[in-house]
């Protein structure tokens, strides 16, 4: 019957289905390939109407089959990319952007310009409405390969010297890159969302030319326009931007601060820090214990030398001035339960010596302080620093020993 002939069609086809996925992932390129021509020849009789459709299906498996498999390279897949051009309007912007991304991957430049060209030009009823997005998307790498071109044509300049500007007509190729790129780009960052790359060229643009207030403006937008997701890099383009244009540290500060909310792990902890530590205000130094502290609960920075440096530094000032010990003690309390196993273990202690002195020299301090000369990373890295007759490691042993009540003090 009819419906049985439906149905036992639709068993064929997901079973199909089930093949090709079982190759994909078991990177049998070949044997997908085979069993996707299958499925191809028996959409003929597919009349269904799945919210992802064969054509979607075809396009999307084809492209990992072709991107690991084709014998031919670029022209087999751009063959296959034009022929999935045509088999669905509603997907026509995709797919040209798909294309392009695979040319770029394959230095071709010049072809991903041409297709992005073309692809801006494509109209298609009430579909150009509907992809407005995409073929903003276009436009926006479009731009890119502009600021690309600017860039080179840039360096061609400066490289020439003192005279770099005498070549005019270079001068002028390059003004116009920058222009077709500049209206691209900032097109597309005024759109909610995260256009790290984008930004990041454009004000590279801005700042090139002098436009110092409009890229700040930029930054600021990306940064803190509440429309926009939260991204942690915007701030840290932000904090650059103000750096080179030697702002004051307050600024640099504010913008630290919000990068430490979202990303307590980011690397600018440490230069966060040595601000704060710097400052003659007691909140800003109290939060730079605070951020120090934050940052070394991360295994990735477990061994980063730099900022044991600081926690260590900023703890012995506490400890010589005998103020501010309840700032250690409110860090300490949330992490005395795990930090020595963390941390301080003897395992640990052998391995940091053999590694790094100079690491496992600052870890002792701290862990001195806060666990006492009875802790085993201590013991083992100022014993080991005595017999290799170190003599900072000898000031070390006597520093915490001198200074062993106020760990004491610390652990209550």
């Known amino acids: 019957s009819s419906n049985e002939h439906k149905l036992n ?28 021509t299958c499925y191809v020849e028996s959409l003929e009789k597919d009349y269904s109407r799945e919210h992802v459709g064969p054509s979607e299906m075809i396009w999307r498996i084809g492209t990992e089959i072709l ?18 051009k045509t088999l669905g309007v509603k997907r026509y912007l995709k797919v040209c952007l798909e294309h392009v991304f695979h040319l770029l991957c394959n230095g071709q430049i010049d072809e991903a310009y041409q297709n992005l060209s073309l692809a801006e030009s494509w109209r298609f009823g009430e579909q150009t409405a509907i992809q407005d997005k995409e073929m903003k998307l276009i436009q926006a ?30 001068e002028q190729e390059m003004h116009g890159y920058f222009r077709k790129a500049a209206v691209n780009l900032k097109e597309i960052i005024k759109i909610p969302g995260v256009w790290d790359l984008f930004v990041k060229c454009y004000v590279d643009l801005l700042e090139f030319y002098g436009d110092h207030n409009e890229a700040h403006q930029v930054l600021n937008e990306y940064a803190y326009n509440s429309k926009f997701p939260a991204n942690p890099n915007a701030h840290v383009y ?25 990303v307590p792990s980011h690397e600018l902890m440490i230069d966060f820090n ?3 530590q710097k400052s003659k205000k007691r909140k800003k130094r109290r939060l730079g214990l605070e ?40 860090e300490w309390n949330s992490r005395k339960d795990w930090w020595p196993a963390f941390h301080f273990s003897r395992y640990l202690a052998k391995r940091n010596w053999q590694e790094n002195k100079s690491l496992s020299y600052e870890k002792a301090l701290v862990a001195g302080i806060l666990l006492g000369k009875g802790c085993k990373y201590f013991k083992y890295v100022s014993q080991q620093g005595c017999k290799a007759q170190l003599k900072r490691f000898r000031v070390l042993k006597k520093f915490v020993n001198r200074h062993n009540p106020v760990y004491l003090r610390i652990s209550g």
């Not at 790498?141 to 061609?156: A, E, F, M, P, T």
């Not at 477990?302 to 010990?325: D, G, H």
């Open 238 to 262: 932000l904090y650059q931007f103000l750096k080179r244009q030697g702002e004051s540290k307050k600024s640099l500060i504010s913008a630290l601060k919000i990068l430490h909310d979202i």
């Open 291 to 330: 951020v120090i502290f934050a940052a070394l609960d991360y295994a990735g920075w477990k061994e980063n030398a730099k900022a044991w440096n600081c926690l260590a530094r900023q703890m012995k000032q506490i400890v010589i001035s005998e103020k501010y010990l309840d700032w250690i003690k409110q």
């Open 274 to 276: 040595t601000m704060l």
């Open 9 to 36: 069609f639709k068993k064929s086809k997901e079973a199909c289905l089930s093949y090709i996925q079982d190759a994909l992932l078991q990177k049998q390129w070949k044997r997908a390939a085979e069993f996707l």
């Open 67 to 84: 991107w690991h498999h084709s014998q031919n390279g670029m022209k087999e897949f751009s063959c296959f990319m034009e022929q999935m």
């Open 141 to 170: 790498y479009r731009g890119l390969l502009d600021y690309y071109s600017w860039s080179k044509q840039k360096n061609i300049l400066l490289d020439h010297g003192e005279d770099g500007f005498s070549d005019l007509s270079v």
